[in-house]
């Protein structure tokens, strides 16, 4: 059996004595008898640490690590550095608490502090929160700072990651808000559409770019219709496709969410992730969760610390702005390591890479008669209409060790490139698929 | 301490991609016009940078840390390796279930387990921290009541001694928050929460032991009251440390919970997550769970479907995956004898210092604890202006992290310790020791205490102005 | 091009131009002309982080790892605890140079003094040094430490494993010391031979216990016969079996050396591995290499420095007990939180697991017409006589995922278990050696 | 701060081995007697204690560490993260050769890289430090003469600069050390040499760029002389940081040569080790070797053979193997352009320091420097007794790892500096300062020098006693 209890039986005993009690049940006197558990756990024994290290290890076995990777609709592979792996292990920052004691957590008030700066550049916003749990939890708590009692309506571009939509709907069915799609045409949000609506009751509407097909949406033209509805504007994002594309600010939304886990986090099955939200300035006492400020100290010493916390839960219980409580601090300081390390000139090349190898597998797809879904311009992500059935081609490519885009449909498929594919690697993959067609 | 942004220099950095390989394009798409500004630092400026900033971060492993209601207890090594395995950090949640049996094992074994432990029927791992797990909770609730066409019960009870957390989940929930105020006890006080239920009651939610560290020894009598009005019974399980494998929420009489895996089953805090916060639930529940249930077949092999009334989902994908490894482990390590020792021990360990300290410090309630306890410097803010606050400060320059501060709300100038079981006798008794000298030092030198601290990176700090004048990103001087 | 250099050109150029010069081939004007690398180095250019990642692993991928390990001849497949890993990949620990400056050294200081405290206790002798590069090398300077003008010549014994000889009989090379073998008997140091021969002018005697054949020597009757001739006893030994034999100390040995690896380190290919040596009170100061000793600061604290170093060649010179100067402080740690992670319990139990596997195997391997070479009482290891080709069996095995005993010979082959292994693992090796042999 | 034996309690620890499966034995052979008496602690001792060491330990991640002869650079992470892979950690080192082509493939190239780098034809990854290799390398000469039947060469020739490591080599290997006079440039004496040498030579040792940082313009024509009395060249390659890709001992007339991998080649040096010391030679003395030789075949494959005329082994296995994979990766990440640039980026930092420093500091050697340089406090010690140990310990308190102190042994009251080239200007403009601030305090304050350091975790050591009455381990006070 393993245990990280320090002191020994005995010890435990003595201890026990010296509080003038003789048994450990003396403890729990509190509990009614018929409520304690009789005959124990029905677990198996505790193991020691050989033995756990031995059956995680082949329980990890059991799942298919893929050599080569096309599939993104969400959880991307890229690069993780060296060293954003080797400083978010520190034990300092993976054992502490949220720290609500600055004096001994600056070290981690100051890096969520520095998360801030680099999320409000990334996404061209004045000010960002400390954290959410994903990209599409941010999104549905965007959602809810929008609300207000004469719009309580939700509305969501159907060019969304169904994930995201399904997360904001599960919160709308709390919240009570309404929630509606606004259809897309070609892969994009239809702006016409929403032109054509009525909006009174709308508080936001909440778009993805790029989309889930992998389009760029047109920031600047649906913003202008929303603004102009007097709704509001929630753009999710690919963080790395900010640093070439026009930013949420610059298009005019309201807020900016997106999924962090790009930012140097493992794929990981789903998780932990990492949801960023920044907001414009007058939105920032709406934005849930933590917010690290700058401040001095007695002596004059610049210092952070949590601050807006009148926003939050424990100091306002059921009017707070939402109940969010722990977040993703450690895959903040992941993300901030890997923007730090990757700096403006790399995070451009990661981009420019994405894009570059998904028009090359576009093109060397299409030589094979695959044809694009939609026409729109696209990032690294875009769907095909497979010359045969996506699912039979997705099972054959796992065999030769390829994860394909994501089957979308009886003959569509999701692709996705990053900065880790290669042309070697996408003429490998033609070569398979070639094979199978033919 | 200089901030990354005001270290480097132009055009410095870290050579971590190589050339694309693929043709350069370009897209007729609106590009960003403000250039984008992140740091620029070489690989030793940017380690260095973060070993200063670990320095000023004060981990479990820098000492005592008797944080209240947090349960910072030891997180084990072997759960970070495990939580590494490539087999489990390169795994793309969209592959196929068939590529992914190993991870459907760990969720489907940590489901039937927490079960187990909190004598539920059914689990998801999908929620990302405790409030999370809360909010699914209700939402199950909710969709239980409207299920049987009872749309009349609008209203959450909870007591005035209840996580703030609890509320701000009901009214994300979109519940009206009944607050029914405590017994002299800090229990609940079976005659208010009789005249609070009625037919509009959705559910109560309450932590047990509760969070002036006591079992509240009416607790079936309590969750009858709120079944026989027709409301459900949702448990808070942030302090299950205390009671696990010893008695079960389930057998109490509730129906849904939520369990913080970053407190109970030690997996670290991240200095402010990534936590994990299952739900679990009784059978009658299980079919408005969110996300992809996991069923094991006859063979051993792992199915994915979802519930049949599932409320959606509450995060993309499956689960905080890789905090849900390192539980996974540590419950495989501490088994069936080991989980109900860790709760006996941590019981036994905050009786031992609350025995220690009482006398000196005053007891909010002066009963046998459970995982931890709670003092009111009351007296003390009243006769010499010594706050809860002070005491904390001043405990800082001892190299102990302060106990939860101004918590529960209805204790007045609280300090709440949980020592957890991972902290030795000697551990313990040198803290009490510190406890003991900076009690001292208040009644000596009250007007210094709101000085401390001393010794620490920075000292107090401006709170109220960093409010007034939010200041929450660092602005290049050239913008 | 990867690169570490923080500053870039430009600013070098600057600094370059700050201290009065114009190019950065006036750095080395004193170098001859015709010694300048005209063309550079033919080597590639450089990788970026990425690519050395990739390349890399794709190399460690081309080595087979065996998932079942019956090997060891001085290698040796143990448990390395989760804490040993994490403690000594601290950045301070791993990145430290030599503890010159004791008063920012203490850590490592006084983890090398818990270190030669449980090198004392392992091998019940008065005096550690903070090791030296492997097993080999121990025994090669401990023969040093024991010659004088007198007794000139080392003896080794033939029960010695044959890369520890090998390195005694380089470094006698060097130093010009006669090297004369101990024959064996039965696979035992003869000492019978011992009491024949010549020894007044031979410095010392090299024991292994247990020895290369795995069995375990008779310490006590060898140091006897050893002291009675004049000379002094090196034993080299298994760290991990003096939780349970007789230790050097008990049984006389002057100097005990060993191969510190099974103590949390991997095999690693080879290395790196740790020399741990101790000797008696009166050898303390012939010792090689850093020793760290106690003493206090002016302030009257308790605080660990290293002592002793007119011992060292950076003090003597070529008068120095040896020419050492880095050794293997971090794998000595390494050992130190191994050592205190299982504790006496732990390492005994470790002990007795390697112990039993090993009777068991043999008595599997018995069945099935293998014959052991020596009688006498092993430890974890042993010598079999196979029924077939040794070499054909060992390839057979490795198809099989089995690392199977070292050959040793025709038909011989060196076996080894550790606590890695289980009974189930066994049968299974087992299963497949009746399936090569049918 | 206490000792791990001081911690704990008996019956404590961790549960890290699971119950053996085979039937429990006995043996007939003498057993240890007095009980093994080890550490008795859980995991949260055990961790919080070396949490609590590394506290007290600087590392380069922890300041500047201008350790003249040292080559403190940056550690690259991704080359400790290489050297963790599962494919070379779990590799045992008797494997079939076909079985570990991959650690064959990282030696024999690296080996290559080697020996482009140096200009030599020949490399051996045997030897596990610089000392190691240098005894090598001195075997490799012996091996040469003894084996043409030239047994009368029996000296080695030595500067007064040298590291102490050289003559204890030669005297590891049985060679009369003959100690040649530097001249006045810090070089060496031609004249000197030409007096020493003779038919008894059997080489000489030399560094070059040598120990007071200055490249001997004379190079060639000393490894001339030393050739025409007949003896070999042996390059400690120490210091080859400053000059590799520049300028290479092989075509300097150089024999045989050791590099450090844990200088030059930035892997970790672990506080004392393990390092690497690669022994790079001729053709003519490859035969000679130790260890066993790989070869790559046409095929891309590798083989392993002895040398024909090996002196056997300096160790058991291949080398510290993975040493070697960090400094592999450290290679390849340069590469050609990437190690020139490196060394006159060492270079320049040095000189800049150097030159910021002259006018305030003495520099023993009014010259440029290569990659460091040395000062002497000569004159502050006569005027004022103030020593180059003052001044390190004071800088002590500054956060800075003082220079290499009192060596080269030829100039008085040494403090030697070597910046390395991973340090950015600012933290040279930075390091400038305080010695510049530590020299006006020790004008202004000469008497408080000598109290240096205050802020450390202990201050100024009695090394003398420590020395004179030895306490090397700690003895548990029952026995």
């Known amino acids: 059996m393993?245990?990280?209890?320090?002191?020994?039986?005995?010890?435990?005993?003595?201890?026990?004595?010296?509080?003038?009690?003789?048994?450990f049940d003396e403890l729990y006197a509190d509990i009614p008898e018929d409520l304690r558990l009789k005959d124990g756990l029905s677990l198996p024994s505790g193991l020691s640490e050989l033995e756990v290290?031995?059956?995680?290890?082949?329980?990890?076995?059991?799942?298919?690590?893929f050599p080569h990777i096309f599939r993104g609709a969400g959880s991307y592979h890229h690069y993780i550095p060296a060293i954003v792996k080797q400083v978010t292990s520190k034990e300092e920052f993976v054992t502490a608490y949220t720290p609500y004691q600055a004096e001994i957590s600056q070290g981690l008030l100051q890096s969520i502090f520095e998360y801030q700066t680099m999320i409000c550049e990334l996404t061209g916003m004045d000010v960002s929160n400390a954290s959410v749990y994903d990209g599409a939890t941010a999104a549905a708590e965007a959602a809810a700072m929008c609300r207000d009692r004469k719009r309580g309506t939700i509305c969501v571009s159907a060019s969304v990651d169904p994930r995201t939509l399904s997360v904001i709907r599960t919160y709308c069915f709390g919240s009570g808000a309404p929630l509606v799609i606004l259809p897309e045409k070609d892969g994009l949000t239809d702006i016409d559409s929403w032109n054509a609506m009525d909006t009174s009751s709308i508080a936001c509407l909440i778009i993805q770019t790029p989309n889930y097909h992998g389009l760029i949406e047109d920031g600047a033209s649906i913003a202008n219709?929303?603004?102009?509805?007097?709704?509001?504007?929630?753009?999710?994002?690919?963080?790395i496709a900010l640093s070439l594309l026009e930013t949420p600010g610059e298009f005019g939304a309201d807020v900016a969410v997106g999924e962090g886990q790009p930012l140097g986090l493992p794929m990981g099955f789903g998780g932990p992730y990492l949801g960023f939200m920044a907001s414009t300035k007058d939105m920032m006492r709406k934005l849930p969760g933590r917010i690290v400020g700058q401040t001095t100290d007695v002596d004059g010493k610049r210092a952070y610390v949590l601050t807006l916390q009148a926003r939050e839960q424990h100091i306002r219980?059921?009017?707070?702005?939402?109940?969010?409580?722990?977040?993703?601090?450690?895959?903040?300081?992941?993300?901030?390591?890997?923007?730090?390390?990757?700096?403006?000139?790399?995070?451009?090349?990661?981009?420019?890479?994405?894009?570059?190898?998904?028009?090359?597998?576009?093109?060397?797809?299409?030589?094979?008669?695959?044809?694009?879904?939609?026409?729109?311009?696209?990032?690294?992500?875009f769907v095909t209409i497979c010359p045969c059935d996506a699912a039979v081609l997705s099972e054959k490519l796992a065999a030769h060790g390829y994860l394909s885009g994501l089957v979308t449909g009886q003959s569509e498929m999701l692709w996705c490139t990053t900065e880790m594919n290669t042309k070697s690697e996408i003429d490998g993959l033609i070569a398979v698929i070639k094979e199978v067609l033919a | 301490m200089k901030l990354i942004f005001e270290m480097g220099a132009p055009g410095r950095g870290c050579d971590l991609i190589p050339p694309c390989t693929t043709p350069e394009v370009t897209v007729n798409v609106p590009m960003r016009k403000k250039a984008l500004h992140l740091p620029e630092v070489s690989e030793t400026e940017l380690s260095r940078h973060y070993t200063d900033l670990a320095k000023q971060t004060h981990g479990v492993n820098d000492g005592f840390y008797p944080l209240g209601s947090c349960t910072m207890k030891y997180n084990p090594k072997i759960n970070d390796a495990a939580s590494l395995l490539p087999g489990f950090t390169n795994i793309h949640p969209l592959q196929d279930t068939r590529d992914v049996q190993g991870c459907l094992e760990v969720l489907s074994s940590i489901e039937k387990a927490l079960c187990e432990i909190t004598g539920m029927q059914a689990c998801t791992l999908q929620p990302a921290a405790g409030a999370h797990g809360e909010f699914t909770g209700l939402l199950l609730i909710k969709a239980w009541h409207e299920s049987r066409g009872d749309s009349k019960r609008?209203?959450?009870?909870?007591?005035?001694?209840?996580?703030?957390?609890?509320?701000?989940?009901?009214a994300m929930a979109n519940f009206d928050v009944v607050n029914i105020a405590s017994d002299e006890h800090g229990c609940v006080?079976?005659?208010?929460?009789?005249?609070?239920?009625?037919?509009?009651?959705?559910?109560?939610?309450?932590?047990?032991?509760?969070?002036?560290?006591?079992?509240?020894?009416?607790?079936?009598?309590?969750?009858?009251?709120?079944?026989?009005?027709?409301?459900l019974c949702y448990y808070d399980g942030a302090n299950l440390n205390a009671v696990m494998g010893v008695t079960r929420p389930g057998d109490m009489g509730f129906d849904v919970m939520h369990l913080n895996l970053h407190k109970t089953f030690s997996t670290p805090h991240g200095g402010g997550g990534p936590?994990?916060?299952?739900?679990?639930?009784?059978?009658?529940?299980?079919?408005?769970?969110?996300?992809?249930?996991?069923?094991?077949?006859?063979?051993?092999?792992?199915?994915?479907e979802t519930a049949a009334y599932t409320i959606g989902n509450v995060r993309s994908f499956s689960s905080n995956f890789l905090v849900v490894v390192r539980a996974f482990c540590y419950i495989l390590t501490l088994g069936r004898e080991g989980i109900p020792e860790a709760a006996t021990t941590a019981v036994l360990n905050a009786n031992y210092m609350m025995h220690k300290l009482a006398g000196h410090y005053k007891m909010a309630y002066d009963h046998?604890?459970?995982?931890?306890?709670?003092?009111?410097?009351e007296q003390e803010k009243h006769q010499r202006n010594v706050s809860a606050l002070d005491i904390a400060k001043e405990l800082l320059d001892h190299g102990i992290h302060p106990p939860t501060m101004y918590f529960p709300l209805i204790v007045h100038e609280a300090l709440m310790i949980e020592p957890t079981e991972t902290e030795s006798r000697e551990t313990l008794d040198e803290a009490v020791q510190i406890f003991l000298d900076v009690l001292a030092e208040s009644e000596a030198h009250p007007e210094k205490m709101h000085e401390y601290p001393f010794k620490t990176p920075v000292r107090r700090l401006d709170e109220v102005g960093a409010a007034r004048k939010p200041v929450v990103r660092y602005l290049y001087s050239n913008e």
Chains 1, 3 share one sequence.
């Open chain 1, 2 to 23: 393993g245990s990280y209890i320090p002191s020994t039986r005995e010890e435990r005993l003595s201890m026990l004595e010296s509080i003038g009690m003789h048994s």
């Open chain 1, 53 to 65: 290290a031995r059956k995680i290890e082949e329980i990890s076995g059991k799942n298919t690590r």
């Open chain 1, 225 to 239: 219709a929303v603004h102009n509805s007097g709704a509001r504007l929630i753009a999710s994002c690919n963080p």
């Open chain 1, 317 to 381: 219980r059921e009017k707070a702005s939402s109940n969010i409580c722990s977040n993703e601090a450690l895959c903040a300081m992941t993300a901030a390591v890997y923007l730090s390390a990757m700096g403006s000139a790399g995070l451009e090349k990661v981009a420019a890479s994405c894009m570059a190898n998904a028009r090359y597998l576009l093109e060397q797809l299409t030589a094979l008669g695959f044809t694009r879904k939609y026409t729109g311009e696209f990032f690294h992500e």
């Open chain 2, 154 to 170: 609008t209203k959450i009870i909870v007591p005035d001694s209840a996580h703030g957390t609890n509320p701000a989940s009901a």
């Open chain 2, 189 to 231: 006080d079976l005659e208010a929460l009789k005249a609070a239920v009625g037919d509009d009651t959705a559910g109560l939610m309450l932590t047990n032991p509760n969070t002036v560290g006591l079992f509240d020894p009416n607790i079936a009598e309590i969750t009858r009251i709120v079944h026989e009005a027709g409301g």
């Open chain 2, 275 to 304: 936590g994990s916060g299952p739900v679990a639930c009784k059978d009658f529940l299980a079919q408005f769970l969110p996300g992809l249930r996991i069923n094991e077949q006859a063979d051993g092999s792992f199915t994915e």
């Open chain 2, 368 to 377: 046998t604890c459970m995982h931890e306890f709670v003092m009111t410097l």
